[in-house]
């Protein structure tokens, strides 16, 4: 720290500067850049660099300025988050969710969401269930999207099961092909934004999934693409939230 009188650099707990003799008070000087902060102050608010604090002065500090609480990448509030943000970034460091503006921290996993969908395992049990399993599945897919995704595209896709038995016959089977189409480009999305190297997007769905009649397994390999892309995202989000 430095002296609240002269400016020299002294020792953090000394009561008394050794170059001047002025006792110290309740001001400091930020060692990273010199600004004059309280002596109870944990980070600079000039730099945002982190200090070093006594118990003496951790305990006097009032609750709002000692540093947030975090669990699995999650503060308390907005606020917080915020703070927490700037004081990675300007010390160097801070992960791709943090340094992107997403609203600071990324939010921890909420819960563990599958990672094992098949398509042999979709198709002998759908089967087995005429045709109830490959509700659920598509019925989870749509979940784990909007768990996944609404938090940093503040979209929400439709529940396929509404899709499926009130809005597909009331459009004449419109409703479906627009609701493939978005909930790919938002598995796309995600999936570059998480940096996961795995091509799949709205151009999966009209090409495999449309166009793909034609040479009829390519529903087939759409649905492995948009299962293998889902378990990729659940993985990452299982880890990282």
């Known amino acids: 720290m430095y002296c609240s009188q002269c400016g020299q650099q002294m020792p953090n707990n000394a009561a008394v500067c050794p170059s001047c003799g002025a006792p110290q008070g309740n001001t400091k000087f930020c060692s990273n850049c010199g600004t004059r902060i309280a002596a109870n102050a944990v980070?600079?608010?000039?730099?945002?660099?982190?200090?070093?604090?006594?118990?003496?002065?951790?305990?006097?500090?009032?609750?709002?300025?000692?540093?947030?609480?975090?669990?699995?990448?999650?503060?308390?509030?907005?606020?917080?988050?915020?703070?927490?943000?700037?004081?990675?970034?300007?010390?160097?460091?801070?992960?791709?969710?943090?340094?992107?503006?997403?609203?600071?921290y990324?939010?921890?996993?909420?819960?563990?969401?599958?990672?094992?969908?098949?398509?042999?395992?979709?198709?002998?049990?759908?089967?087995?269930?005429?045709?109830?399993?490959g509700l659920w599945v598509m019925y989870t897919i749509t979940e784990d999207v909007n768990t996944i995704a609404t938090p940093y595209d503040r979209k929400t896709t439709m529940n396929f099961l509404l899709l499926a038995f009130v809005f597909s016959w009331l459009t004449l089977g419109i409703a479906p092909l627009v609701w493939y189409h978005r909930i790919s480009n938002r598995i796309g999305?995600?999936?570059?934004?998480?940096?996961?190297?795995?091509?799949?997007?709205?151009?999966?769905?009209?090409?495999?999934?449309?166009?793909?009649?034609?040479?009829?397994?390519?529903?087939?390999?759409?649905?492995?693409k948009m299962m293998k892309s889902m378990n990729l995202l659940c993985a990452d989000y299982n880890v990282r939230g």
């Not at 200090?51 to 009032?62: D, K």
């Not at 000692?66 to 917080?80: A, F, G, Q, Y």
């Not at 990672?115 to 399993?133: A, E």
């Not at 999305?189 to 390519?218: D, Q």
């Open 189 to 224: 999305n995600e999936l570059l934004r998480r940096g996961i190297p795995y091509k799949f997007g709205a151009g999966t769905f009209w090409g495999w999934g449309i166009l793909g009649v034609i040479i009829i397994i390519g529903p087939l390999v759409y649905c492995h």
């Open 106 to 133: 990324a939010r921890g996993p909420v819960k563990q969401l599958r990672t094992n969908r098949g398509l042999l395992k979709m198709i002998l049990l759908s089967l087995i269930t005429l045709g109830i399993y």
């Open 43 to 104: 980070a600079c608010p000039n730099c945002g660099a982190r200090l070093e604090v006594t118990r003496a002065a951790a305990a006097a500090a009032p609750v709002s300025q000692m540093p947030p609480i975090i669990i699995n990448n999650t503060s308390s509030s907005n606020n917080t988050n915020t703070n927490n943000n700037n004081l990675n970034n300007a010390n160097g460091g801070g992960s791709i969710y943090q340094n992107q503006n997403y609203g600071g």
